[in-house]
């Protein structure tokens, strides 16, 4: 029996009742999203039930710290607990171990359904962000459930970032209900929308360089290799170049692009966007996923970086003949 979104928040609802040690998960290299929503969720468990201990799975991101610090766990940690997921599409993508190793496990996403995992799947592809989910999950049961102004300012910043300040086009005028009755807690936004896109001098050199030296077919792909011995030249990571990933965007002419990072292996992570070509057909083509208009990639070497392009240039030749 197919159950209605309606009967699994609240089945949702009761797991988390259910339990008194609960864990939250989110993908690896996180972003506003993925910690907005797994640590939201979590201090609207604590507000709502303060007798439950609640913790959380995954390696934090520097430029993200303002958000959370995380605190090391282990195995044991993991007896007799809930386990949730959040902005996960992918088994491989889940940072931690351990996350396996719960008592039950509950999945929370707004990607394409990739793998099956977890005893209850909520899936709202619909949405702009786990963290408006979140929300409204809040919202559903507000009766019941306690939201506070951490958890209200984490949410509103997983929203902001998967929107890119409200401009994408997952911008629903649910989004923006959610949105402002996030922005009713006492909070200040004006340092959340600061801290989310204010970057240092390297990477605003680095967001130079990417606006020099993205190339740009003649059918509208545009694309840009990042070295290692180019990121540590600027004193940069891996992670730094997700703050240029939009960069290519405005280029006039550019209907989708892809930022490609050299990793310590020789392999690259893929960053994939687009303004209308659907693009996460030809991820999942290369074990990668996401949204239809924002991707990502672990290619094998710069010759499967050469047949993403290959594809991206024939999705935009066929975007623009429709």
Same mark, same amino acid.
């Given at each position: 029996m197919t159950l209605t979104e309606k009967q699994l928040m609240e089945q949702i609802l009761e797991k !988390?009742? +259910?339990?008194?040690? !609960? *864990?939250? =998960?989110r993908h690896v290299s996180p972003d506003p999203d993925a910690i907005g929503s797994?640590?939201?969720?979590?201090?609207? !468990?604590k507000a709502s039930f303060p007798e439950k201990t609640v913790k959380y799975a995954g390696e934090g991101s520097e430029s993200l710290n303002f958000l959370h610090t995380y605190e090391p766990i282990t195995m044991s940690d993991y007896e007799d607990a809930l386990v949730i997921v959040t902005d996960t599409a992918n088994i491989a993508r889940i940072d931690g171990e351990y996350y396996n190793e719960g008592a039950d496990l509950v999945k929370i996403d707004h990607h394409p359904k990739d793998d099956s995992y977890g005893s209850i799947e909520w899936i709202r592809t619909s949405a702009s962000s786990v963290s408006e989910m979140i929300t409204d999950f809040w919202q559903t049961f507000k009766d019941e459930l306690t939201?506070?102004?951490?958890?209200?300012?984490?949410?509103?910043?997983? *929203?902001?970032?998967? $929107?890119?300040?409200?401009q994408y086009n997952n911008t $629903?005028? +649910?989004?923006?209900?959610i949105a402002a009755d996030l922005l009713s807690f006492d909070f200040d936004h004006t340092v959340v929308l600061?801290?989310?896109?204010?970057?240092?001098?390297?990477?605003?050199?680095? +967001?130079?360089? $990417?606006?020099e030296h993205t190339k740009v077919s003649p059918e509208g792909v545009g694309h840009l !290799?990042?070295? +290692?011995?180019?990121? =540590?030249s600027l004193g940069l990571e891996d992670e730094h $170049?997700?703050?240029v990933v939009s960069t290519p965007g405005p280029i006039s002419g550019v209907?989708?692009?892809g930022i490609f990072v050299e990793q310590p292996d020789g392999t690259y992570r893929c960053r994939l966007r687009s303004h209308g070509p659907i693009i996460n057909t030809i991820a999942k083509e290369h074990n990668g996923g996401g949204h239809p208009l924002a991707s990502g990639v672990n290619a094998e070497n710069l010759e499967e970086v050469q047949e993403i392009l290959n594809k991206f240039r024939k999705v935009a030749v066929e975007w623009d003949q429709a």
């Open positions: !988390i009742k +259910q339990w008194d040690n !609960i *864990i939250i =998960h797994q640590v939201g969720l979590g201090e609207l !468990i939201l506070n102004n951490e958890g209200a300012r984490l949410l509103y910043a997983g *929203i902001v970032g998967d $929107t890119g300040r409200f $629903t005028p +649910q989004t923006m209900r600061r801290k989310l896109y204010e970057m240092p001098p390297a990477v605003a050199r680095l +967001q130079g360089y $990417t606006l !290799i990042l070295s +290692q011995e180019f990121l =540590h $170049t997700n703050a209907k989708c692009w």
